[in-house]
């Protein structure tokens, strides 16, 4: 369809360029203004904006919020249908991604970062309060953020100006409950403290297992945060205590004494670090668990990826190929230098990598061979690899490289025409469009796509089933869903059974339908059936935490926990 701006120009609006949408409009690339996107309202007989808004939102630096900028008319000019704003590059995430300990390992986002992202966070929110804006929202969802540390605000539109309240509409995660949960300065002064402890800490400070009070609000209330000390509450194991002394008294005024004011940031963050004691094997009553690599002083795991028979261990300084083909050990295998590839990708067979956005088959002797068959960009923003296939996404095409399947210098190759710019890497494999989502899968010869029923901010598959993070609004409290799925006859079915947070599993095939899921727990090892992912067994296994990354090998479960990989098995 075609619409106007406010200067008259025509521009296109069309659902097959649709990147992403929420409960209030959807977001399409406009072709004739490529650095910019168009919010359009789902139901534009409300009114959403004004001209007033946007000039009041105008104050606002560039730098750090994605702002309003021009309305959006339909072609008659008669009513308003939405407005412009910049368009962010895919290379952005969502700053919630660095609450987790393992997404900082793999992409090496280190406090000297998270230090510059919160003080652009403090900078930028100081200038909406002097200029008698509120943020409200103000959730680790809303802030972007990309590997370099530059950061934006989203969702700006919703912001409380002199002329525009704010919809009192957040996740219940910031919501100042010790206050009533009513949107101020204040409340941005309390939201951005859970932000920046979260983001440097790993863990929500109001998260964990208390006896007797069980939910955010309770907790917020009776003021019992992991700075505590509370002999009832149980906290995660994910949880990295902060050391600076300065920074911490700032969070326990917030946390413990109910006090609301900005934080500040005069002196370099240094969080606690630990080092593994040296070891080979663990044994409990249910499990066998043998060391496979530990980070050292100056080489760190970054990140571990499996396939059924092949394990790849990347640390700051090389790529580690194990063979796992054999149940109870991984055998080292190959060792290539960080220096010499950008990238490294292991099949079950075969060894592929990338070298100056040149893509190479590694042999077993350390020769190379080139790939002289595919041409494209490499960046973390456009690539996943799902099983043995490599995704690659670009601006009109979705490619699969299949790495097991290489002949001389060539490799196959599919490709499919996409909207690139309607997907998301970073948080699982999901494409937008035409107001759906669908998520990519292993269906067990190929890749498949499946709709989802529920609008996902993040997903992780292993096999058939999955996590996905969603927002679910009740009695006007939104909360963030973190629940189990499973893919059967081309459709999410969803599970009762929630988590406190996205976790990577492992899954393990038993027949064509079902399987059974391996979940990491602080100091547990979870078994569920896949067909209604009931509990079957709970093993102690003290190497492991709720953010856990598992895998599922022929050798056994591979994990990841705080810097060291590890096999485990049954005894």
């Not at 963030?480 to 499973?486: E, G, I, Q, S």
């Not at 990577?504 to 727990?521: L, M």
Request: proline letters at 3%.
């Amino acid at each position: 369809m075609k619409a106007l701006l406010e200067n008259g120009n025509q521009i296109t609006l069309l659902d097959k360029n649709e990147i992403k949408r929420g409960g209030e409009g959807k977001i399409l690339t406009i072709p004739e203004l490529p650095q910019q996107v168009a919010k359009i309202y789902l139901n534009t007989q409300l009114k959403h904006m004004s001209k007033a808004q946007i000039k009041a939102l105008a104050i606002l630096d560039s730098q750090y919020f994605v702002k309003p900028l021009t309305m959006i008319y339909d072609a008659k000019k008669n009513d308003i249908i939405g407005f412009t704003m910049e368009y962010i590059p895919q290379n952005y995430m969502p700053l919630a991604a660095f609450f987790n300990r393992n997404t900082c390992l793999q992409y090496q986002i280190d406090d000297k970062l998270k230090t510059e992202i919160a003080q652009q966070m403090i900078q930028a929110i100081a200038q909406a309060h002097q200029n008698d804006i509120i943020i409200g929202d103000l959730s680790g969802l809303n802030i972007l953020v990309n590997l370099q540390g530059n950061i934006k605000f989203i969702d700006v539109d919703a912001y409380e100006t002199p002329i525009h309240t704010h919809s009192g509409i957040l996740l219940d995660e910031i919501r100042d409950y010790l206050y009533q949960g009513k949107v101020s300065c204040e409340s941005d002064f309390f939201a951005l403290a859970v932000v920046l402890f979260n983001l440097f800490t790993h863990l929500h400070p109001f998260k964990g297992i208390h006896a007797q009070y069980k939910s955010l609000a309770e907790r917020m209330v009776h003021k019992i945060s992991v700075l505590s000390g509370d002999n009832q509450l149980i906290i995660p194991k994910c949880y990295t205590p902060m050391q600076q002394p300065y920074l911490l008294d700032q969070f326990e005024q917030i946390f413990q004494q109910g006090k609301r004011f900005l934080l500040s940031l005069q002196q370099p963050i240094v969080t606690a670090t630990k080092t593994s004691a040296a070891l080979t094997t663990i044994t409990t009553a249910q499990l066998t668990i043998k060391i496979i690599l530990q980070s050292q002083k100056q080489e760190i795991i970054q990140q571990v990826s499996a396939t059924q028979k092949r394990v790849l261990i990347t640390t700051n300084q090389n790529y580690y190929v194990y063979d796992s083909s054999n149940k109870g050990y991984l055998q080292a295998i190959q060792t290539f230098a960080k220096t010499e590839y950008q990238k490294v990708w292991v099949g079950e067979k075969n060894i592929i990598g990338l070298k100056k956005q040149k893509l190479y088959q590694l042999h077993p002797d350390k020769t190379e061979t080139p790939i002289n068959n595919l041409q494209g960009t490499f960046e973390e923003q456009n690539y996943k690899q799902i099983n043995q296939t490599l995704v690659l996404i670009e601006e009109d095409y979705m490619k699969w490289v299949f790495i097991d399947d290489i002949i001389k210098d060539q490799i196959r190759i599919e490709q499919t025409m996409v909207f690139g710019k309607g997907f998301d890497v970073f948080g699982g494999l999901i494409q937008n469009a035409g107001g759906m989502q669908y998520v990519f899968y292993h269906s067990g010869k190929n890749i498949s796509t499946v709709k989802s029923t529920q609008m996902l901010h993040q997903v992780f598959i292993a096999g058939q089933v999955g996590i996905g993070t969603y927002s679910e609004t009740k009695q006007g409290e939104t909360s963030l869903k973190n629940a189990y799925f499973d893919i059967q006859n081309l459709q999410t079915q969803w599970s009762a059974i929630e988590l406190t947070r996205p976790k990577h599993i492992a899954y393990r095939a038993t027949n064509a339908q079902e399987g059974i899921v391996f979940e990491p727990a602080d100091d547990a090892l979870l078994i569920r059936k896949s067909k209604d992912f009931q509990l079957i067994q709970k093993s102690d296994c003290p190497v492991l935490s709720d953010e856990s990354v598992l895998f599922s090998t022929l050798s056994g479960i591979v994990a990841l926990e705080k810097g060291n990989c590890y096999l485990i098995n049954s005894q």
